[in-house]
């Protein structure tokens, strides 16, 4: 998946991400959002190094949808713990 991909889907994935884990955030929808591309990148990262992730000819699939939401949801909870 390519670099602008993974960002909008970070986008899609960090208002999932605020629906599945709802709470204050100290940064609001903004930082929700950042925190979304961030925990896309990290979930293909993380899910590329085991060897399932999402492979690079689709741009789109529920596999790299979970995997967005996954790492938003990681990155998220970690925001909320250490800030």
């Known amino acids: 998946?390519?670099?602008l991909a993974w960002i909008f889907l970070g986008l899609i994935a960090g208002a999932i991400a605020k629906w599945i884990?709802?709470?204050k955030d100290p940064g609001g929808w903004i930082a929700?959002?950042?925190i979304?591309?961030?925990g896309a990148f990290v979930?293909?990262?993380i899910t590329n190094a085991l060897g399932i992730g999402p492979s690079?000819?689709?741009i789109f699939?529920?596999?790299?949808v979970i995997v967005a939401v996954f790492g938003a949801v990681i990155c998220l909870w970690a925001y909320r713990k250490f800030a």
């Open 1 to 3: 998946m390519n670099f």
């Open 61 to 64: 699939n529920l596999w790299s």
């Open 56 to 58: 690079g000819t689709d």
């Open 21 to 23: 884990h709802p709470g």
């Open 36 to 38: 979304g591309i961030v």
């Open 32 to 34: 929700t959002i950042l």
């Open 43 to 45: 979930g293909g990262f």
